[in-house]
């Protein structure tokens, strides 16, 4: 991933992409960042879930700033924000769909055996897990909460 990274903010600089450019340059700042953060809880670099939660993070960050922006009618920067989003979300994995994501919640509250409202953070975490820059888990909770038991 970190490699990706790289390769992308060269390709970036001979191209002459300013927007993908900076949006790298942001991205390699807060990996920066998070590994300065592990570093001194003593752990080591980030690994690949932590850089795909990082990604999703700045994604969620620029869609709050987005939705001002359009508010406020500032039409300029809620472009520049969307023109980020769509660079940051080329390096994560393809995104599952809503079958997709509904199958995998099924397939996982039954794998943990969650009977109630009780064990959603326990269905969550086992999510996060397995599917880390493929899942929007804001609409995730949402489906884990239709599909779980009602007790």
């Known amino acids: 991933m970190r490699q990706r990274f790289t390769e992308a903010m060269k390709e970036?600089?001979?191209?002459?992409?300013?927007?993908?450019?900076?949006t790298v340059r942001m991205i390699q700042a807060a990996l920066k960042d998070k590994d300065i953060e592990a570093r001194g809880a003593g752990k080591g670099q980030a690994s690949e879930e932590e850089i795909l939660g990082l990604l999703q993070k700045m994604i969620k960050q620029r869609q709050e700033s987005i939705?001002?922006?359009?508010?406020?009618?500032?039409?300029?920067?809620?472009?520049?924000?969307?023109?980020?989003?769509?660079?940051i979300r080329s390096f994560l994995p393809q995104q599952m769909d809503e079958a997709e994501t509904r199958a995998a919640i099924a397939a996982e509250i039954a794998e943990t055996g969650a009977a109630s409202m009780k064990d959603m953070g326990k269905v969550i975490g086992a999510l996060r897990a397995k599917?880390?820059?493929?899942?929007?888990?804001?609409?995730?909770?949402?489906l884990v909460k239709e599909l779980l038991p009602k007790a």
């Not at 939705?67 to 660079?87: C, F, M, N, S, W």
């Not at 599917?131 to 949402?142: C, E, L, T």
């Open 131 to 142: 599917y880390a820059g493929r899942m929007d888990f804001g609409k995730a909770s949402a």
């Open 67 to 87: 939705a001002i922006y359009d508010q406020a009618g500032r039409k300029e920067l809620a472009d520049q924000e969307r023109e980020e989003v769509a660079v």
């Open 12 to 22: 970036a600089l001979k191209g002459g992409d300013k927007t993908r450019l900076s």
